[in-house]
Antibody
Framework: QVQLVESGGGVVQPGRSLRLSCAAS????????LHWVRQAPGKGLEWVAV????????YYADSLKGRFTISRDDSKNTLFLEMNSLRTEDTAVYYC?????????????WGQGTLVTVSS | QSALTQPASVSGSPGQSIAISCTET?????????VSWYQQHPGKVPKLMLY???NRPSGVSNRFSGSKSGNTASLTISGLQAEDEANYYC??????????FGGGTKLTVL
């Protein structure tokens, strides 16, 4: 079954760190670029980051100002998002999404999302 | 601030056609031939509906179509059905190899 499954969300205090994971199955993981997209409660979609299929390039939303790091482990078919210095405004559902090609920026497969709540 | 502007809401009656616009407001949006559209029902995962302006992924109804004129892309839904009621987002890649989403449009089927 072709799918993405996120994990690692939860409640975290402001200033702390959290690492999200996204496990892929049913397709050749190493052939695809991967994205993180978030959605704050009641708000629209906000793109977070992308890593190209071969891991050679990583790009981030300007608003993150270097606090987040995207990475991948092709041996485990897993995508990661390391989030540091978390702020209350980072509270959102975080989705991982597959790029339809190596770097097309067309998101053709989405995970179910994992909720991150930043609160004291 | 999003570089893609969408109307906050649109509405239509069953059987009618509606269009949702997506206007590029930043020169950073690259090429603007790479506009995609996503449908999201409340509490559900976004779903790709159109890519590269007017291409439909397998399984998406042909009632959904896309077009572009100048700096405005549009999603048209014909033969509106109750199940089409959802939020719709456009997106486009940028010259900086990032991705930007529009603010989203809530479609109400009357």
């Amino acid at each position: 079954q072709v799918q993405l499954v996120e994990s690692g969300g939860g409640v975290v205090q402001p200033g702390r760190s959290l690492r999200l994971s996204c496990a892929a199955s049913g397709f050749t993981f190493s052939s695809y670029g991967l994205h993180w997209v978030r959605q704050a409660p009641g708000k629209g979609l906000e793109w977070v980051a992308v890593i190209w299929y071969d891991g050679s390039k990583k790009y981030y939303a300007d608003s993150l100002k270097g606090r987040f790091t995207i990475s991948r482990d092709d041996s485990k078919n897993t995508l990661f998002l390391e989030m540091n210095s978390l702020r209350t405004e980072d509270t959102a559902v975080y989705y991982c999404a597959r790029d339809s090609g190596t770097k097309s920026y067309i998101l053709d497969l989405w995970g179910q999302g994992t909720l991150v709540t930043v609160s004291s | 601030q999003s570089a893609l502007t969408q109307p906050a809401s649109v509405s239509g009656s069953p059987g009618q056609s509606i269009a949702i616009s997506c206007t590029e407001t930043s020169s950073d949006v690259g090429g603007y031939n790479y506009v995609s559209w996503y449908q999201q029902h409340p509490g559900k995962v976004p779903k790709l509906m159109l890519y590269e302006v007017n291409n439909r992924p397998s399984g998406v109804s042909n009632r959904f179509s896309g077009s572009k004129s100048g700096n405005t892309a549009s999603l048209t839904i014909s033969g509106l059905q109750a199940e089409d009621e959802a939020n719709y987002y456009c997106s486009s890649s940028t010259s900086g190899s990032t991705l930007v989403f529009g603010g989203g449009t809530k479609l109400t089927v009357l």
